[in-house]
């Protein structure tokens, strides 16, 4: 069983910053693969970033629409993801929520299904 509690969700303007953290307690944590996804009102839950286990390299994969201004990043030592978004737009605003699961397989990074465990959600707010 593993438990996700997302923070550091809020409101910013266009073109901000925003920090989003999420720690993990459960089971082990460099064994997971660890995702991002987002959800605006009346749209479907979309994946944004994902960062795999340390036995698959820690490989980092984003969504076309967050390249180049969202980071993930973990420590396996603190049990923690995190996200740092740049140049925030205001279609980033959205409910932000940790995921993380086992044996995800490459394909299935992107899709929510895969994974088992997600956090409450944070809300973000972008405003123009």
């Known amino acids: 069983q593993v438990e996700l509690v997302e923070s550091g969700g809020g409101s910013v303007q266009a073109g901000g910053s925003q920090r989003l953290s999420c720690a993990a307690s459960g089971s082990s944590f460099s064994s997971l693969t660890m995702g991002w996804f987002r959800q605006s009102p009346g749209k479907e839950r979309e994946f944004v970033a994902v960062?795999?286990?340390?036995?698959?390299?820690?490989?980092?994969y984003y969504s076309d629409s967050v390249k180049g201004r969202f980071t993930i990043s973990r420590d396996n030592a603190k049990n923690t993801v995190a996200l740092q978004m740049n140049s925030l737009k205001p279609e980033d605003t959205a409910v932000y929520y940790c995921a993380a699961g086992t044996g995800v397989i490459l394909s299935s990074l992107w899709t929510a299904g895969a994974y088992g465990y997600w956090g409450k959600g944070t809300l973000v707010t972008v405003s123009s």
């Open positions: 960062i795999r286990s340390r036995s698959s390299g820690s490989r980092i």
